[in-house]
């Protein structure tokens, strides 16, 4: 069933760009230069595919590194209509790095998305949801480097990330007794219980099936609720390279990749999907909107 016209609700459809090997887990070392070809580009014409046959239009949040190794796919994604933001440079844990590390290494990708795009960079989601509660007043870097917005937070309890009792509205966090102009545009979550738990991107997104998707995202638009969706290139091609992961790892990184284009397709179908900077410019007014040169 199309739900596309039941619902004055939209979606957000967010990926996060970044090659096969870019991941966090102990076992991964990042300094090590990859060899082989990787499918990232032909990935990444496909997610654009995707997204132009469905007539949705998404926020990419793209490694600076990506930047640098493939200028055009970035420039492609802007020419598309769709949003570049920062996914950091070289996909290091914020909470890993300093202060001053993690506002040098936001800065040096946000120059590079800008000068490929000739666009401003408004957002930026941590590598892994690595903004937790210990680093939580990183956000503070975001808005002196003028973004205005930040994607990080995962409202959810697991041994790899989240901040469980974060709000999970859109909302203007509060930093050393400070409320930031910067939004906060937590991830997804449902309430199952006492707990909050994801169901729309990565890990869940695959693991769940299409008819719970849909159930959830419905229910959550009938009340007035968003739900955002997210995913990385690989996620979608079962016959891209894999790292060499522990058990628990390998599950969680790769299960049913065979499956999620299949059922992305499905979910774009059925519901509106917009970007997050599109969503933002309909709810506040900022500052900067005309030098983005993006209307929306
Ligand atoms: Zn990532």
Redesign the pocket.
């Known amino acids: 069933m199309n739900e596309r016209g039941g619902s004055q609700v939209v979606n957000l459809l967010t990926f996060?760009i970044?090659d096969w090997y870019?991941a966090n887990y102990d076992s991964v070392d990042l300094s090590v230069a990859r060899a082989g070809e990787s499918h990232f580009r032909a990935n990444m014409d496909m997610l654009l595919q995707l997204c132009s046959d469905a007539g949705c239009k998404a926020t990419f949040f793209v490694l600076g590194q990506i930047g640098e190794q493939h200028p055009e796919t970035v420039r492609a994604i802007v020419q598309a209509g769709h949003e570049v933001a920062s996914?950091g440079y070289g996909?290091q844990l914020a909470y890993k790095q300093s202060y001053a590390e993690f506002k040098a290494d936001v800065k040096k990708s946000a120059e590079i998305l800008q000068t490929l795009t000739g666009e401003k960079v408004w957002g930026y989601r941590a590598?892994?949801w690595s903004i937790v509660k210990r680093n939580h007043h990183y956000l503070e870097a975001l808005e002196e480097l003028g973004l205005q917005y930040d994607a990080s937070i995962f409202p959810v309890k697991t041994f790899l990330y989240g901040i469980p009792d974060a709000p999970t509205e859109i909302h203007h966090p509060t930093v050393n007794g400070r409320q930031l102009d910067l939004l906060e545009v937590p991830m997804s979550v449902a309430r199952i219980g006492s707990r909050n738990i994801g169901y729309s991107g990565g890990f869940y997104f695959r693991l769940l099936p299409t008819w719970l998707i849909k159930r959830v995202i419905r229910s959550g638009n009938a009340a007035g609720r968003h739900s955002i969706v997210y995913l990385?290139p690989r996620e979608l091609d079962p016959s891209e390279q894999r790292l060499k992961l522990p058990l628990l790892e390998s599950f969680i990184q790769y299960y049913n990749v065979g499956g999620t284009k299949q059922k992305l397709t499905e979910i774009l179908r059925s519901f509106r999907f917009i970007s997050i900077r599109q969503r933002l410019s309909a709810i506040a007014a900022f500052p900067d909107e005309k030098s983005g040169g993006q209307a929306d």
Do not use: A, L, V
């Open positions: 996060d970044e870019h996914h996909h590598p892994s990385h």
